[in-house]
């Protein structure tokens, strides 16, 4: 069936320091992929999406490229903020009326 | 407009009892789909909901159901509550879920402690 892997955490860094967090995923067809955020004591809101091969989604100084020929969605920042703190969910829907996803990777950013 | 509401926002029952959690997506939303998230298992599918008919659910025993209101709003249910079932039960709608690739939008959740 279709899945999600993602990197483990948790992830420590620097302020300014610079962000990647790997996904993989396995799918049949071609599934849109997502990243959400999910802050301390609040559900997940979507941080960036991509539909089809080669898209490139960003939001808020985050990027992802859908790279089909690796099946991957990795998430990267520049310069990470101390606001940045966060638990961040790679994630596939593919059209089986639900989304799949990746077990969440715990960020802290220090100042 | 406002987003995706869920209530209570905190509950604790005791092994045995039963609990409905209540979501009322975003005005407009027909889909509504539920997640149980715990630290040991993350984010797990229980169900989707979408025009009142279930679509989908997740690998979850018979006494987790749920349903969808003529008005999008939906209920989760969970009968013979085990130490287990404690966890944040998410809610989220989606514009249309015909296909399901759009995104969700999440609600806060509500934190169940089973005692």
């Known amino acids: 069936g279709n899945s999600v892997t993602q990197m483990e955490g948790p992830v420590t860094l620097s302020e300014e320091a610079f962000l990647t967090i790997n996904c993989t995923y396995t799918?049949?067809?071609?599934?849109?992929l997502f990243w959400y955020v999910q802050y301390p004591g609040e559900g997940l809101q979507l941080l960036l999406k991509a539909t089809k091969a080669d898209d490139k989604g960003s939001n808020k100084g985050f990027e992802a490229t859908y790279r089909k020929e690796t099946t991957s969605f990795h998430l990267e920042k520049g310069s990470v903020q101390v606001s940045d703190s966060a638990v961040y969910f790679c994630?596939?829907?593919?059209?089986?009326?639900?989304?799949?996803f990746g077990a969440g990777t715990r960020l802290f950013v220090k100042a | 407009k406002a987003g995706v509401t869920q209530t209570p926002r905190y509950l604790i029952k005791t092994r045995g009892q039963q609990v409905t959690l209540s979501c009322s997506p975003i005005s407009g939303h027909r889909s509504v789909s539920w997640y149980q998230q715990t630290p040991g298992q993350g984010l797990q599918f229980l169900f989707e909901y979408f025009s009142e008919t279930q679509r989908n659910k997740g690998n979850f025993p018979g006494r987790f159901s749920g349903r969808q209101f003529s008005n999008s709003r939906s209920e989760m249910n969970v009968s013979t509550l085990e130490l287990g079932d404690s966890a944040l039960y998410l809610c989220?709608?989606?514009?249309?879920?015909?296909?399901?690739?759009?995104?969700?939008?999440f609600g806060p959740g509500t934190r169940l402690t089973v005692l």
């Open positions: 994630a596939l829907s593919d059209r089986g009326f639900k989304t799949i």
């Open positions: 989220a709608s989606s514009p249309q879920g015909l296909y399901e690739l759009d995104e969700q939008f």
């Open positions: 799918a049949t067809g071609y599934p849109s």
